[in-house]
């Protein structure tokens, strides 16, 4: 285990709109407010089309190679995430959502674009004092964190 330590900054409570795409949406807002990090939760409806990354094919393989799920129909959702800086510093945003229909729920992270319908709201809040980046592994070809 690594850490750092942080203090709180401001929080924001936003509202994103029909036809939005949530991780665009989102980094773009962080950017624009200079917010370098932040924990984030979200609910609202994921509309039908909204791609999902729902976990690698094989955990173990050498290549990472990501399953997409594409939901058939409108969805409620709830999720959690985090923003921290990409190596270049801009604020890269890995947020996991459920998403659920009737009596199924599909979870998942959703950088392969969740579109927006109709609302979903959002509480960010600013984390300060945090040095912690996204760099980039290697070994898996993600952007870890690196507190």
Not at 76 to 105: M, N
Request: proline share 4%; glycine share 10%; with cysteine.
């Amino acid at each position: 285990m690594k850490y750092s330590e942080a203090s709180l900054g401001r929080v924001f409570v936003i509202r994103l709109e029909d036809g939005d795409i949530v991780h665009e949406c989102i980094q773009r807002f962080a950017a624009e407010k200079e917010i370098q990090a932040a924990a984030l939760i979200l609910l609202g409806g994921a509309d039908k089309d909204s791609r999902l990354v729902v976990g690698p094919e094989d955990g173990r393989a050498e290549k990472i190679n990501p399953m997409i799920h594409v939901l058939q129909a409108v969805h409620e959702a709830a999720g959690t995430g985090t923003i921290f800086p990409d190596q270049q510093g801009a604020p890269l945003l890995h947020l996991h959502v459920a998403c659920g229909r009737k009596d199924s729920t599909v979870t998942g992270c959703v950088r392969a674009g969740v579109k927006v319908w109709q609302v979903m709201e959002a509480v960010l809040i600013e984390i300060t004092g945090s040095e912690a980046r996204r760099m980039p592994d290697e070994a898996t070809g993600f952007e870890l964190l690196c507190p």
